[in-house]
């Protein structure tokens, strides 16, 4: 057989088996990886709101640099009345995207709780917003400071200090980069989601 | 030189021609994944799986695959087995796949799986190259697990999560950082070439 | 202003080499002279560069609206393989000398980690076309840095005397580990 021709069909023979082999397994996989997520994301979302109450998802689509950006709101309500919005928010933190679960008052005025979702930052140092092992009687007191935290007109941070004021944080020693990602994600996030979710 | 027996294409791949320490091939998962035993052996098991099913293909067909194109032919084979790992480890382990990451997909470009199929498996039999591809892959997946649990124990304490190194260790959490990953391998490697002095002594 | 944070991330702070474990072989393979590391150093950029650009559009032209991600890793490694192909014949015809120079090294860039790890990033940092292009010129400045130090430290030590065992490899590794532990301090730069 010609060579050329037999390159073009041996290559093009294998693209091809090799496309409908991982069709197959997107289609097997799929469903199982989007069911993870799925469970992930609402055991996030009923951790940081209250308990009892009924959530409603509402979505709003936005413009931003040209692009149209989807804002997904989970409203929290008991008795008729709303008590809480949860909502995911991201930004950079010193080596990788934070991700954090977030539930504020209906008026935004005052965070009620928070949950990081997704980090990879300096393991020992960094990695300590999320956990920190060094404090055994509350490792995850990083975020739980956020807790009741107000945040107009702005959530600041402090180092080797008690925190001052009700819109104040204790940051990390050694991780002080991770920790004002946090801060700086969630006064700026928050306030965004406000101007959305008021459109 | 007398060929080898298939036993032999196994064994070599564990020590004497042992991937990591003496042909110093993939080098960048072993320094990234190795921060614990269990995503050491994860890694050098799911490498073993690619390995192993290309090494298989490629045998297979060696005498189809022109030779031209080859290294084309290789690459889509190993992409396409990396991308069935990959996608199984996020739907049925999804902790280990998250913490692996990135490196799962770079396992294409190991070149420890394309190198055998370029120097074995497109020149030798099916089961012989199933047994270089075995050998390989435990030498590889040995050598991660060594790796992982000096960076693991040193670095934070536990082995496979297991606390072993009691209250009072304070763990040199360098280890568990890129220098630590690097003087941990270095040693490594100088302490694999002093055996191989002596042996040949 | 997000573009120089993303470039000095890449070239400084999260070092793909010293940092993030991409391009190893190479940095163990190539630093033995400044002269060729650097030489290894452009050429992977000028690669990193063009294939950080085509895998984005092959990602968002191609794959995106077919719905083919699954793909991804497919498609990213044949364009990989292609550029490097395009590149070695560009550099034969246009500088011999410097095709001669860089000799099997070429042909490795393809399974160069770098390469394929920065096309993948850009994907999940969702990065639009701008902040791909200089992530990947910020890898490759990052990568050739990180191979020139190395060079220049392995020039040196050919006058000392290395413990036989550490010979090669081994004393590379330690070395790139003081070299990681110093880039470490860039950490609080932006």
Same mark, same amino acid.
Request: proline share 4%; aromatic share 10%; glycine share 8%.
């Given at each position: 057989?010609?060579?050329?021709?037999?390159?073009?069909?041996?290559?093009?023979?294998?693209?091809?088996?090799?496309?409908?082999?991982?069709?197959?397994?997107?289609?097997?996989?799929?469903?199982?990886?989007?069911?993870?997520?799925?469970?992930?994301?609402?055991?996030?979302?009923?951790?940081?709101?209250?308990?009892?109450?009924?959530?409603?998802?509402?979505?709003?689509?936005?413009?931003?640099?040209?692009?149209?950006?989807?804002?997904?709101?989970?409203?929290?309500?008991?008795?008729? %009345?709303?008590?809480?919005?949860?909502?995911?928010?991201?930004?950079?933190?010193?080596?990788?995207?934070?991700?954090?679960?977030?539930?504020?008052?209906?008026?935004?005025?005052?965070?009620?709780?928070?949950?990081?979702?997704? %980090?990879?930052?300096?393991?020992?140092?960094?990695?300590?917003?999320?956990?920190?092992?060094?404090?055994?009687?509350?490792?995850?007191?990083?975020?739980?400071?956020?807790?009741?935290?107000?945040?107009?007109?702005?959530?600041?941070?402090?180092?080797?200090?008690?925190?001052?004021?009700?819109?104040?944080?204790?940051?990390?020693?050694?991780?002080?980069?991770?920790?004002?990602?946090?801060?700086?994600?969630?006064?700026?996030?928050?306030?965004?989601?406000?101007?959305?979710?008021?459109? | 030189?007398?060929?080898?027996?298939?036993?032999?294409?196994?064994?070599?791949?564990?020590?004497?021609?042992?991937?990591?320490?003496?042909?110093?091939?993939?080098?960048?998962?072993?320094?990234?994944?190795?921060?614990?035993?269990?995503?050491?052996?994860?890694?050098?098991?799911?490498?073993?799986?690619?390995?192993?099913?290309?090494?298989?293909?490629?045998?297979?067909?060696?005498?189809?695959?022109?030779?031209?194109?080859?290294?084309?032919?290789?690459?889509?084979?190993?992409?396409?087995?990396?991308?069935?790992?990959?996608?199984?480890?996020?739907?049925?382990?999804?902790?280990?796949?998250?913490?692996?990451?990135?490196?799962?997909?770079?396992?294409?470009?190991?070149?420890?799986?394309?190198?055998?199929?370029?120097?074995?498996?497109?020149?030798?039999?099916?089961?012989?190259?199933?047994?270089?591809?075995?050998?390989?892959?435990?030498?590889?997946?040995?050598?991660?697990?060594?790796?992982?649990?000096?960076?693991?124990?040193?670095?934070?304490?536990?082995?496979?999560?297991?606390?072993?190194?009691?209250?009072?260790?304070?763990?040199?959490?360098?280890?568990?950082?890129?220098?630590?990953?690097?003087?941990?391998?270095?040693?490594?490697?100088?302490?694999?070439?002093?055996?191989?002095?002596?042996?040949?002594? | 202003?997000?573009?120089?944070?993303?470039?000095?991330?890449?070239?400084?702070?999260?070092?793909?080499?010293?940092?993030?474990?991409?391009?190893?072989?190479?940095?163990?393979?190539?630093?033995?002279?400044?002269?060729?590391?650097?030489?290894?150093?452009?050429?992977?950029?000028?690669?990193?560069?063009?294939?950080?650009?085509?895998?984005?559009?092959?990602?968002?032209?191609?794959?995106?609206?077919?719905?083919?991600?699954?793909?991804?890793?497919?498609?990213?490694?044949?364009?990989?393989?292609?550029?490097?192909?395009?590149?070695?014949?560009?550099?034969?015809?246009?500088?011999?000398?410097?095709?001669?120079?860089?000799?099997?090294?070429?042909?490795?860039?393809?399974?160069?980690?770098?390469?394929?790890?920065?096309?993948?990033?850009?994907?999940?940092?969702?990065?639009?076309?701008?902040?791909?292009?200089?992530?990947?010129?910020?890898?490759?400045?990052?990568?050739?840095?990180?191979?020139?130090?190395?060079?220049?430290?392995?020039?040196?030590?050919?006058?000392?005397?290395?413990?036989?065992?550490?010979?090669?490899?081994?004393?590379?590794?330690?070395?790139?580990?003081?070299?990681?532990?110093?880039?470490?301090?860039?950490?609080?730069?932006?």
């Amino acid at each position: 057989m010609n060579n050329t021709a037999k390159i073009i069909i041996v290559l093009t023979l294998i693209t091809v088996i090799s496309g409908a082999v991982l069709a197959v397994l997107d289609g097997y996989t799929k469903p199982r990886i989007d069911a993870y997520k799925n469970k992930v994301m609402n055991e996030a979302i009923h951790e940081v709101l209250p308990q009892n109450v009924k959530v409603k998802t509402i979505k709003k689509t936005v413009k931003e640099n040209g692009e149209e950006l989807e804002y997904v709101f989970y409203e929290a309500k008991k008795n008729d %009345q709303i008590v809480a919005y949860a909502f995911q928010v991201a930004g950079g933190g010193f080596q990788s995207e934070l991700v954090i679960m977030v539930s504020v008052t209906p008026d935004f005025s005052e965070i009620i709780n928070a949950k990081i979702l997704a %980090q990879v930052e300096t393991p020992g140092l960094g990695t300590k917003i999320e956990n920190d092992p060094s404090n055994k009687d509350n490792p995850t007191w990083f975020i739980d400071q956020f807790k009741g935290l107000k945040i107009n007109p702005e959530i600041t941070y402090v180092k080797n200090a008690k925190p001052s004021g009700n819109t104040e944080i204790q940051a990390i020693t050694g991780a002080t980069i991770s920790s004002a990602a946090i801060v700086r994600i969630l006064n700026t996030e928050i306030k965004k989601a406000k101007t959305v979710l008021d459109k | 030189m007398k060929e080898k027996t298939a036993i032999q294409e196994f064994v070599k791949g564990i020590w004497d021609e042992n991937p990591v320490l003496v042909q110093l091939l993939g080098l960048c998962p072993t320094l990234a994944v190795t921060v614990s035993a269990e995503n050491g052996l994860a890694m050098g098991l799911a490498a073993t799986f690619v390995l192993l099913s290309s090494s298989f293909l490629v045998s297979m067909f060696r005498k189809v695959i022109p030779g031209q194109v080859r290294i084309a032919a290789y690459i889509v084979i190993i992409a396409t087995f990396v991308t069935i790992a990959d996608r199984f480890l996020a739907a049925f382990a999804p902790d280990i796949s998250k913490s692996l990451g990135p490196f799962i997909p770079l396992i294409i470009v190991n070149c420890m799986i394309l190198g055998r199929q370029e120097a074995f498996s497109s020149k030798n039999g099916i089961w012989r190259s199933l047994m270089d591809a075995l050998g390989m892959g435990l030498g590889f997946t040995l050598t991660l697990l060594v790796l992982s649990s000096i960076r693991e124990i040193l670095g934070s304490g536990t082995w496979f999560g297991m606390n072993i190194m009691g209250e009072s260790f304070s763990p040199w959490g360098v280890m568990i950082l890129p220098p630590g990953a690097f003087f941990a391998l270095g040693c490594l490697i100088a302490g694999a070439n002093w055996i191989n002095s002596r042996r040949k002594a | 202003m997000n573009l120089l944070i993303i470039f000095i991330g890449a070239a400084l702070i999260n070092n793909f080499v010293l940092s993030q474990f991409l391009g190893i072989c190479p940095f163990v393979g190539v630093s033995k002279k400044v002269d060729s590391a650097f030489s290894m150093g452009m050429a992977t950029t000028f690669v990193m560069v063009i294939a950080a650009m085509v895998t984005w559009l092959v990602y968002n032209f191609i794959l995106v609206p077919f719905n083919l991600q699954i793909l991804e890793y497919v498609a990213f490694i044949l364009v990989i393989a292609s550029l490097v192909q395009f590149v070695e014949m560009f550099i034969r015809k246009v500088s011999k000398p410097l095709y001669d120079a860089l000799g099997i090294f070429l042909p490795l860039i393809t399974t160069n980690c770098a390469i394929l790890g920065l096309a993948l990033n850009s994907v999940l940092k969702e990065y639009n076309f701008s902040e791909t292009l200089i992530y990947g010129v910020g890898a490759g400045i990052g990568f050739t840095l990180a191979l020139v130090i190395m060079a220049g430290i392995r020039e040196e030590l050919e006058l000392v005397n290395v413990p036989k065992s550490f010979q090669g490899a081994a004393i590379t590794m330690i070395i790139a580990g003081s070299l990681a532990l110093a880039f470490m301090g860039f950490a609080g730069l932006i």
